[in-house]
């Protein structure tokens, strides 16, 4: 069983941005979305995207700073991140929407701090 991979993450001062990359092997037709998981919390759903880009959904805490987008041809599905906020560090992770428990990858950490 592949699993995503994910790449991109790293420590940025508030106010910044950083992109996330998901290597989403075989799932060129599947509605794709990012989650992240911050210390103590559940994980959340932050942003989908349907197979073929013309769908997105956020979450309202993300809105207007967060933008998800794919590349079918790649197999890849991608989260631009601006204006990055304290309260966004948490682990990334990509999956299906809904998500295939087999397919979590190991994420990758975003830190907002100063």
């Known amino acids: 069983q592949v699993q995503a991979v994910e790449s991109g993450g790293g420590l940025v001062q508030p106010g910044g941005s950083l992109r996330l990359s998901c290597a989403a092997s075989?799932?060129?037709?599947?509605?794709m979305g990012w989650f992240r998981q911050a210390p103590g919390k559940e994980r959340e759903l932050v942003a989908s995207i349907v197979w073929n880009g013309r769908m997105t959904y956020y979450r309202d805490s993300v809105k207007g700073r967060f933008t998800i987008f794919r590349d079918n041809a790649k197999d890849m599905v991608f989260l631009q991140m601006s204006s990055l906020k304290p309260d966004d560090t948490a682990v990334y992770y990509c999956?299906?929407?809904?998500?295939?428990?087999?397919?979590w990858g190991q994420g990758t950490q975003v830190t907002v701090s100063s």
């Open positions: 999956n299906t929407n809904p998500p295939d428990s087999r397919y």
């Open positions: 075989g799932r060129t037709l599947s509605t």
